[in-house]
């Protein structure tokens, strides 16, 4: 009997959480348009997998994170990531990491990661970090030994506020975060959003648009393609 009602009341389960099995699993990549045929298909959700008795320790290998990279640059930043393209070994394993060089009053500029969250750790120097999430400034000051989380796809930044170039280290839960910088999306995109628009969208007039469109246009050298 009690047998029975336990098996009836399991029977009720599908019911009371029907949304279980209900889910798409998370993209790995920024679209994936479906096709026809699979010869004109490139991957479904990650890389084709190597046969797995071909696999070796190198496809789980990346090595140099240890090296200073030029922060010469515009924003004065220069980051390095281990992800599936770089350590194919990651491939459906759904994590990354990455080493950020900044120096002395530069910065990781305002950013988002479509499909991770992020852990960030700081071994030499000192950052300001922060997340904006409903309006609300989440901040901190990082020293040595501090980590930081950024939540998966919201707005985020860093910026030296020390006296020496900071190092940071992060982990992400995703092979391929994806990196979204606001700037470079909003006012470099390839054809440009219409100036008047954006004008309309951020308040300003259109030749100040102008000049962020030809400052962060495509024509202009991103330094940051990650
Ligand atoms: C990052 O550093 C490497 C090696 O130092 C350099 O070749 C590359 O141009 C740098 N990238 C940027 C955006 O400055």
Known sequence: MKSLSFLASLSLFPLIFPFAIASDPSPVQDFCVGVNTPADGVFVNGKFCKDPT???ADDFFYTGLNERKDTNNMYGVNVTFANVDNVPGLNTLGISFARADVAV?????????????EILGVSEGTLLAGFVSDQRLFTKTLNVGDVFVFPQGVL???VNIGDVPAVAFASLNSQNPGTVFIADTVFG????INPDVLATSFQLDSTII???????GPSTETILNF
Not at 105 to 117: D, L, T
């Open 189 to 192: 995109s390839n054809p440009p």
């Open 210 to 216: 102008r000049k962020l469109q030809a400052i962060f």
């Open 105 to 117: 009053n530069g910065q990781v500029p305002p950013h988002y990661h479509p499909r991770a969250s």
């Open 54 to 56: 071909l696999a070796t």
């Open 156 to 158: 985020h930044f860093a």
